[in-house]
């Protein structure tokens, strides 16, 4: 079985752009998580889609938006970049999203750097 | 505020040697618990979890971790280290019955001497 897939892998932006970063999870995964791991913050949750609706969400600015799609498959986009958007985002899936029924599985991420 | 502290940000150790990563978490309601790992350029893996079935967990690659309640602890372990365990762990935990609501923690890169 494939695991998460996550496009592109690395990406260059300048301040100002957006940018929409993709993820497909494991087949038959509905849980979808969006995660920032930068070296100063760590780890952060950004949100979790489920179903094609947004289930959970951290603490993050509106210019952070995501969807999911009826196939499960999922979207971010972070509309007029900031410097400190220049992060590794990691997507998981799982199957219902439980915590402790089900495992989180992450993909590879997509290293985004703005200038 | 809920938060998981992991003590340690870089932690060396012989190959052969006992490894010993602590992790503590902030508040005295069992909550569910989570040891992760990430290789170089590559997501996280989940190495176990602890959801109150047993006090004592069994991972993969040999790790194992133990919830303490009354240290509000759960430290991972594993007795003889592998050059291949070089790579950076997290610490996770979530209140909540979503596994994506988790806090991590700051994470300790491990080092394997040869």
């Known amino acids: 079985k494939a695991g998460v897939t996550q496009t592109p892998r690395y990406l260059i932006k300048t301040r100002g752009q957006q940018v929409t970063l993709s993820c497909s999870p494991i087949?038959?995964?509905?849980?979808v998580s969006w995660y920032q791991q930068t070296p100063g913050q760590g780890l952060q949750f950004l949100f979790e889609?489920?179903?094609?609706?947004?289930?959970n969400k951290g603490n993050f600015p509106g210019r952070f938006s995501g969807r999911q799609f009826s196939n499960s498959r999922s979207e971010m986009n972070v509309s007029t970049l900031e410097l400190g958007d220049s992060a590794l985002y990691l997507c998981?899936?799982?199957?219902?999203?439980?915590?402790?029924?089900?495992?989180?599985?992450f993909g590879p991420g997509t290293r985004l750097t703005v200038l | 505020a809920q938060s998981v502290t992991q003590l340690g940000s870089h932690v060396s150790v012989s190959e052969g040697a006992l490894v010993l990563l602590r992790c503590n978490y902030s508040?005295?309601?069992?909550?569910?618990l989570f040891w992760y790992v990430q290789y170089p350029n590559q997501g996280l893996q989940l190495l176990l979890k602890?959801?109150?079935?047993?006090?004592l967990v069994k991972g993969i690659n040999g790790f194992e971790a133990e919830f303490k309640k009354s240290e509000t602890s759960f430290h991972l372990t594993k007795p003889s280290a592998h050059m291949s365990d070089a790579a950076e762990y997290f610490c996770?935990?979530?209140?909540?019955?979503?596994?994506?609501?988790?806090?991590f923690g700051s994470g300790t890169r491990l080092s394997i001497r040869p």
């Open positions: 889609y489920f179903s094609e609706t947004q289930r």
């Open positions: 508040s005295s309601v069992p909550p569910y």
């Open positions: 996770a935990v979530t209140w909540y019955s979503s596994a994506s609501k988790i806090i």
């Open positions: 998981a899936s799982s199957l219902e999203g439980g915590a402790g029924t089900d495992t989180q599985y």
């Open positions: 087949s038959g995964h509905r849980s």
């Open positions: 602890y959801t109150s079935a047993a006090t």
